[in-house]
């Protein structure tokens, strides 16, 4: 019996022995695990986390950053549903998604394929198309003011000798958004054209190869081959177009602050507007909170999609 | 004959594309090398002069400040982004354990966010550090929002590094930080240097939040010092180009020598989804 019991209670002894080893190694692989991940943590969570939550919260109060916060519930949405200002800049942010959809992305694939294209001076158009992108955005803003100047600037001094009259492409209300998004347009195209680049990389060549023995001309083979297998890039380059409109500021700060009469007023601009200029702190943290907001809803919409179509195993 | 036509329709379109997307840039520079009555009596014509003046100019009303701490504040920013992103990514990547899809998406979805939706809380946060107005105040938003595409880029790297190499090096008895520092660190030097131009080159460029952090002069970086040229030269046009192509030249130095690191490290993280 006795030495029944000693064989169980060393079994038992055993057991405890290493099951307090595997918790400490746990404990230790859990401990090692937070000292990589912490510093970049606690930076992203004090910077990107918090923020966004305090953004919330502020929404809510009135407040011009310095005296007391007054809570005024959902006021400051209600006001800003009610806000002319507010519409007319989500409706030009609009705008930018389309000039993107429809003139950067189809831009940005025509110089893509031109890179492919049979052609000599390839490295000089690819290196020349690349340097818009690389450029700060204060840097474009100024210098296409300057080639928008309506008397010293490069565009009328063109059109002058073609016979055109002086357009005043920053200050006329109708022109000037679209005059942004021109710049806009200049600037970011390259951006897509590297995207579809990489796309056009991992088409094989094979498939060209064999659409030729069938006869396929260039029409034939673009339409059938290079676009459905750009599809995905295409998709790609979508979302970060609507993302990209949110994000986008600086162009317009620098070129038109907004102006004229709110004409090229976009989201960025006006919450900053509201929050730096009128500190009225909360109700442009309404704004900014709405357009955290729209991109999420933008974000978890594509993702969705993306999951029934992966599901659906169809890439298109 | 329709291949001879094809291909000078292709030459021209490439062409067209070439002085659409270049001639900005000539314009700038060729602005920037004019002395003020020449511009203002011939501001179409390019390069029939080269006036070095502007040069010493811009430099004398403060481009020099400006330039050192855009150097101080970006190549920091981007070290201290390169160290916390690859620690960040080697756990996530390689090990597991509860949490980690939520951390990773946490940090991927800074991708997505427009950076006005923070900006109040941090201009407060910088406030109540002691730190707005400084250059400092830069450093930690600067971090903060190069971890998303960094902590994306260097996962994907390190989950294809074969697990073979760190088992060897498990079994010598080496600890997770000797095994990260010797393995792993080395064999994502590439994706190192891809996370080091892209956020070189986006943090130079950098521009609402030295907007809403920094006020005076002395303390701002290119891009605001560029903003405050724009109203001291409003006159002398070619000044301020000068002062915009020397702060355009240390990128297009590093695009010049690494071309192919640049554009794909631009697109990366777009790329590889």
Redesign the interface.
Known sequence: MTTDITLIDSMESKETKSKSKISRQKLRKTITISLFIAPAFIVYSLYVIYPILATLNYSFFDWDGVSDKVFIGLDNYITMFNDDIFWVSLKNNIWIVFASVFIQIPLGLVMALLLFAPIRGIRLFNGVYFIPFLMSTVAVGILWRLMYDPINGAINQGINLLGFENIAWLSEQNIAIFSVLMVIVWQFSPFYMILFKAGIVGISEEMYEAAEIDGANYFQKFMKITLPLLAPTIVTSSILAIVGSLKSFDLFYIMTGGGPNHGTEILGTYMYKQAFVNYNMGYGSAVAFIMFALALVVVVIIQSLDHYRKKKGDYL | MISIL??SL??I??IV??L??????I??IS?ALKSQPQ??EA??SLFTSFNLENVQLVFEMGLTRYFTNSVLITVLSVLAVM???S??S???SR?K?KFRGV?YL??I??M??????????????TQSMGLYDSLWALL??Y???S?PIS?FILTQFMAEIPKSLEEAAELDGAS??SI?GRVILPMVTPALMTVLIYNF?HL??E??FA??LISTSERMT???G??NF?GEFSVN?PG??TA?TL??IP??LI?LFS?EK???G??GG??K?
């Open positions: 094809k291909r292709l030459y379109l490439a594309l070439l659409f997307t270049g001639y900005p840039f314009y700038m602005t511009f203002y501001p179409f160290l916390f992103a620690m960040a080697y756990p996530l090990m354990f951390v946490l940090f979805a800074g997505m966010l427009p950076i006005h939706a923070t900006l109040i809380p941090i201009f407060k946060l930690g938003p971090i903060a929002f971890l902590v997770h930080f990260f080159i130079w460029n521009f609402v907007l809403v290119l891009p605001l560029l903003q724009k046009i301020l180009m915009l702060a355009s990128v297009l695009y071309q640049v554009t794909t631009l697109a777009a790329v989804e």
